[in-house]
């Protein structure tokens, strides 16, 4: 049998469940979004491109443009406020340099108007006159297209284009044939350069022994002439005659078959050459 309540106890009992009935029911609160690491809740994230790029649109047209329909606002003036608040002074400078640096290297013709094309956007001077826009594009082309349009005076770039892309493909053609000869002509190369290897040998042996020869020779002639020079000299000195003191020396005339080394002539020695000056005795 259970224990009899009291009668206050019940009534505190009624009274809790009536205002728990009362009560609204809670609310489920969700966390903030914060970064595991630091507890520092993140910012909002961005607005999409185009809510920016209409919040722009919107003040930039009652500002600038001071509510103007929109007919009445010349394209130029729109490109202009545009750059000036996505596209900063040094990202226009840097591609203004890199107009003017540009250069074709290895890209084809139709690449490089392109980019040249992209990059005249951040050179309005350059690029709306004809004669100077024509000069740096044809100033940045390849140095063998660039001597043909140099040639040729180009002032208009559309005619500079066609012309360059017109060599380009000429050029190609022939660099094309070119290497379809080459590999014609390879496999027969290493037979003639081993008949070249085997013939040198021949060619090194023949000089050596052509050179030996000649020097061979060239000493025996020196030696031929060196010992019949000295029995010259020997048969002159035994046939020569010494007269007394007080008369004039004399000597015994021969013949003589070689040429004089001072006046050149046939028939007496240096010695006795007639052009030798005298010293009178006393």
């Known amino acids: ?16 469940r009536q205002e728990a009935a009362d009560a609204p029911p809670p609310q489920q609160t969700q966390p903030l979004p914060q970064d595991a690491h630091s507890g520092i809740v993140p910012p909002p994230p961005p607005r999409p491109p185009q809510a920016q790029a209409l919040s722009w649109w ?10 103007r329909p929109l007919r009445q606002i010349p394209w130029q003036e729109f490109v202009v406020s545009f750059e000036r608040t996505f596209c900063p002074t040094y990202i226009r400078t840097e591609r203004l340099y890199q107009f003017l640096d540009l250069q ?23 690029m709306a006159d004809e004669s100077l826009r024509t000069q740096q594009f044809v100033r940045g082309l390849r ?14 770039l559309d005619a500079a284009y066609q012309t360059a892309a017109v060599l380009e493909a000429d050029t190609l053609r022939t660099c094309a044939r070119s290497a379809e000869v080459q590999t014609q002509v390879v496999p027969t190369q290493p037979r003639q350069q081993q008949s ?14 052509t050179s030996t020869r000649t020097t061979t020779k060239s000493g025996s ?5 060196r010992d019949r ?11 020569s005659v010494q007269q007394p003191v007080g008369q004039p020396s004399q000597q015994v005339q021969r013949s003589f078959a070689g040429q004089c080394y001072r006046c050149d002539q046939i028939g007496h020695m240096a010695r006795d050459c007639p052009l030798l000056p005298r010293v009178p005795q006393q």
């Open 1 to 16: 049998m259970a224990p009899r309540r009291r009668p206050r106890e019940e009534v505190a009992e009624q009274a809790t």
């Open 58 to 67: 919107s003040s930039e047209w009652e500002t600038t443009f001071q509510s």
């Open 104 to 126: 074709q290297r290895d890209s084809t013709v139709v690449q490089y108007r392109a980019r040249f094309v992209e990059l005249g956007h951040y050179a309005l001077q350059i």
């Open 143 to 156: 140095l063998e297209l660039r001597q043909v349009l140099i040639v040729a005076r180009v002032t208009d």
């Open 196 to 209: 070249s290897v085997q013939a040198t040998p021949k060619t090194t042996t023949s000089y050596a022994s």
């Open 221 to 225: 002639r020196r030696k031929f002439w």
């Open 229 to 239: 020079r000295q029995a010259e000299q020997r048969q002159q000195s035994v046939g």
